[in-house]
């Protein structure tokens, strides 16, 4: 499985912009990108995903690079609820198993 | 609209029992996935069913197995439990074997003394 590589943490203000960042180097051109985010206590949220182009949906937007070796998840306006766990998984068609790392543990600072 | 539903929430069990966790899917998804999350990490994948056969296994032991019922509804049994066993058990269910959009339970918190 091709791997991916996310900061440990990150911090951001409320009703400001996050910028999730997510490397993926090793990806294949058949590999989706999955974003989850897991809140406390419970299991993992399915989040976004796309494959070439950036992706928007009522929860956030997914910004792929052009060489698709990176991508980051974008939440337009951060609430006290975004603070997550938040995953970046690849994922190729065909093989539907998710193989999570160990994520960005995103905190919202009132 | 129920979401996916784990029975029980918490166990605790000795070691060398055996164990019997339940998930029930979301309405009109058919396939149940299983993974297993210790403390600190992220979830790693067990088993997939769908259409009542395991379709695809993780790297797990054969202590670890499952099975898929008409209604679509899955159990996972583990079998001489080792105190690495305790986690957090996830299961998801999707609309066929995707690899998208999966819906996750809030888990089964398993304690193995």
């Known amino acids: 499985d091709a791997k991916t590589t996310q900061p440990n943490s990150m911090e951001s203000n409320e009703e400001e912009p996050v910028h999730l960042p997510c490397n993926h180097s090793?990806?294949?051109?058949?590999?989706?990108i999955h974003w989850y985010r897991q809140l406390p206590s419970q299991g993992p949220e399915y989040v976004i995903h796309?494959?070439?182009s950036n992706v928007n949906n009522r929860m956030a937007s997914l910004a792929i690079a052009e060489d698709r070796k990176s991508s980051t998840l974008i939440l337009h306006r951060a609430t006290l609820r975004d603070a997550a766990v938040y995953y970046c998984?690849?994922?190729?068609?065909?093989?539907?198993?998710?193989?999570f790392g160990t994520g960005t543990r995103l905190t919202i600072i009132p | 609209d129920a979401g996916v539903t784990q029975s029980p929430t918490h166990l605790i069990k000795t070691r060398g029992q055996q164990v019997t966790l339940r998930c029930s899917p979301k309405?009109?998804?058919?396939?149940v996935s299983w993974y297993q999350q210790a403390l600190g990490q992220g979830p790693q994948f067990i088993f997939q069913y769908y259409e009542e056969e395991e379709r695809q296994r993780g790297n797990f032991p054969d202590r670890f197995s499952g099975h898929q019922f008409p209604n679509y509804s899955s159990e996972l049994n583990v079998n001489a439990l080792l105190l690495g066993d305790s986690a957090l058990y996830l299961c998801a269910s999707s609309f066929r074997p995707t690899n998208y959009g999966y819906t996750f339970g809030s888990g089964t918190r398993l304690t193995v003394v």
């Open positions: 998984i690849l994922s190729n068609f065909g093989n539907e198993k998710l193989t």
């Open positions: 309405s009109g998804h058919d396939t």
């Open positions: 090793t990806i294949s051109g058949t590999d989706y």
């Open positions: 796309g494959l070439t």
